[in-house]
């Protein structure tokens, strides 16, 4: 007998999740000591804006109390942001956390989850966590098929997820289709639209999906700091629901899930949206000179609307990703997903990362 035979059944084949790999670990496994460069985790790959920093800072010297459970004064100033009531919004470790809770609080025996596949890796972990069926609907030319993804709905399905724009692919559906879906999909089915990459949108016709709630008490809407915010290291996401969708999530979640360094940073962020409009431009602008440069070297590229792009290398390039970390540059290998055997994901990182990253890639391809 093993500890792993005591473990719960539905648990024992639960496959962890696999983030990019850090700077560090790629340093002592290669022995590299030059430069190394990360575009694996969809980061943003600047620090957060300085009075965030500074929020931090003060923040400090209240770290010997607990944080407000209730993030009261971030909801109503999420609330303020959104145009919603400040009892529709929920603060999550992450949203991350909050799709756990979602499942945790919705979802369970022969209650079924659909989602689009490929799509974020936390969908499946938190689907085999609550021992519930996962119902993948295969993209369609890197897209979520709306239209599959409604036919797979039953009447065992709890919840589905619709990951817009999606990882891994990077390509979103748009307000007409959204709008088809949600009016169509039964109202006990909850529907929760992961927008974590939504800052980064252009395409004018991406669906405002809070403005959904009013209508369809079955929507829920994350969002997150982790990306253009700069804030992914103290963790912090929120949702905008019905007010119902919040009391069954304040059931479910641990007392202070929600750090106060996370809380006072994610405030501070909040007052400054024009300072991350600047980083939406310039991060449109790089996203846009790396996709070109890899199109120019013969990779298949969807059309992307969040800080990354999905890479697929012409034939004959099998080493590819090997290659650029013998170089030092980590981006995310894409077979896991079914993406192709040397396909990857890259993150925009800055002007000077990114021409690295081209340049070495030049000499490889
Ligand atoms: C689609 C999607 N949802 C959620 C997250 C996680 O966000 P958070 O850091 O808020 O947990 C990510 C992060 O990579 C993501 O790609």
Not at 29 to 55: D, F, M, T
Not at 162 to 174: H, R
């Amino acid at each position: 007998m093993s500890i792993v035979d005591l473990m719960q059944p539905h648990l024992k084949n639960v496959k962890p999740y696999v983030p990019g790999k850090p700077i560090e670990e790629l340093r002592r496994e290669r022995n590299i000591q030059g430069e190394i460069i990360k575009l694996a985790s969809n980061e943003n790959p600047y620090e957060p804006i300085e009075e965030a920093r500074q929020a931090i800072i003060e923040e400090l010297s209240e770290i010997n109390r607990y944080p407000d459970s209730g993030c009261y004064n971030l909801c109503i100033e999420l609330a303020k942001h959104h145009g919603v009531n400040p009892n529709q919004i929920f603060i999550g470790n992450g949203s991350n956390e909050i799709l756990d809770l979602l499942v945790r609080a919705f979802v369970g025996g022969s209650d079924e989850i659909v989602y689009a596949w490929p799509s974020f890796q936390v969908y499946p972990i938190v689907s085999q966590l609550a021992g519930v069926k996962s119902v993948q609907v295969p993209l369609k030319d890197y897209r979520l098929d709306l239209p599959s993804m409604r036919a797979a709905v039953t009447r065992e399905t709890k919840l589905v997820i619709i990951c817009n724009p999606n990882n891994p692919t990077s390509t979103y559906v748009s307000k007409s289709e959204v709008d088809l879906l949600v009016e169509d999909l039964p109202k006990e089915v909850l529907v929760a639209f992961d927008e974590a990459y939504y800052e980064y949108v252009a395409a004018a016709d991406f669906p405002d999906t809070p403005d959904l709630l009013s209508k369809h008490p079955n929507v829920i809407v994350l969002r997150t700091f982790s990306k253009i915010h700069s804030l992914a290291g103290v963790r912090i996401g929120y949702s905008l629901s019905h007010e119902d969708v919040v009391t069954c999530l304040n059931k479910v979640r641990q007392p202070f899930n929600v750090n106060s360094i996370a809380q006072a940073a994610a405030r501070a962020a909040l007052k400054h949206m024009d300072k991350i409009r600047v980083r939406v431009k310039e991060n449109r602008d790089e996203l846009d000179f790396v996709r070109v440069e890899l199109q120019k070297l013969g990779f298949v590229v969807p059309p992307s609307q969040t800080n990354f792009l999905l890479a697929v290398p012409p034939p004959g390039n099998s080493a590819i990703i090997e290659q650029l970390m013998q170089k030092g540059i980590i981006v995310r290998p894409m077979k896991p997903f079914g993406l192709g055997e040397d396909s990857f994901r890259v993150t925009v990182g800055t002007p000077y990362e990114n021409r690295k990253f081209i340049e070495t890639l030049k000499e490889l391809v």
